[in-house]
């Protein structure tokens, strides 16, 4: 990534940490349809409005931290690069 010059690295570093949010959010669904017995309009849209947002709090939580780490990392590296 960081050899073939992509300076957008940063947001492939926070989608990956990100898209955890992804995962649980599609398993919500299915846990939705297969195992409750909810029905109704208020109750579908109360899961689903309380599983979007965990699921963007959660996303932006584990992406920050993507972010952070890949950061990190990246500014390890190149301090330890010997320039001539």
Excluded: P
């Excluded at 409005?49 to 699921?55: A, E, K, N």
């Amino acid at each position: 990534c960081l050899n073939a010059e992509n300076y957008l690295w940063q947001w492939t570093a926070f989608a990956s940490g990100g898209s955890t949010a992804a995962y649980v959010f599609l398993y919500g669904v299915y846990y939705f349809c297969c195992k409750t017995s909810m029905t109704g309009i208020l109750q579908t849209f109360f899961y689903f409005g309380y599983m979007g947002l965990l699921s963007l709090t959660l996303g932006t939580l584990c992406g920050t931290i993507g972010h952070f780490a890949a950061s990190r990392f990246v500014r390890t590296i190149f301090q330890n690069v010997k320039l001539d």
